[in-house]
């Protein structure tokens, strides 16, 4: 399959899908000066192509008493595939982490984004599942005070 060539029409379809993503097909096409059915396979196109990779509802995480975020970077002592694969697996199964990163440039192996109602939560995850893993050499957490900026859309190229 070709790959898809953005042109201006499907720029603006995402940035609208990124920012309303509850606008209607009729709506949509409106706002991008298509009829529904040409913006309909537009959409389509660019799902399929993978441009749009899916559809999601961002839950206020206050409303379910989830207030304390911590940055968690963890160091393995060994870097063996298996090992690396293993600790992927296990972080994968973390429903307090919501983002896991392998890291270059630092002393960490990865970065863990975890999201609890409390230090004593936080506590139970990092003694009770996070730290049980036998290859991890270090751990080092850092503790969000405010939150400045959060945003899920993607910057996007400009049209002319």
Not at 26 to 53: D, H, N, T, Y
Not at 67 to 72: N, P
């Amino acid at each position: 399959m070709a790959e898809l060539q953005l042109d201006k029409i499907d720029l603006d379809i995402l940035r609208l899908l990124q920012s309303q993503g509850r606008l209607s097909n009729q709506e949509l096409a409106e706002r991008v000066g298509l009829s529904p059915s040409p913006c309909s396979r537009r959409v389509k196109a660019l799902e399929e192509s993978g441009f749009i990779s899916g559809y999601a509802t961002i839950l206020s995480a206050e409303h379910f008493n989830l207030s304390l975020t911590a940055y968690v970077q963890v160091r393995l002592d060994k870097h063996a595939k298996d090992i690396l694969e293993s600790f992927e697996a296990k972080v994968s199964e973390y429903d307090e982490v919501q983002e896991c990163c392998l890291l270059t440039g630092s002393d960490a192996d990865y970065q863990l984004k975890v999201l609890v109602a409390d230090m004593n939560q936080f506590k139970l995850f990092l003694l009770d599942k996070l730290t049980t893993h036998p290859h991890i050499a270090g751990v080092h957490s850092c503790f969000v005070l405010k939150q400045v900026k959060s945003q899920t859309s993607i910057p996007l190229p400009e049209t002319s």
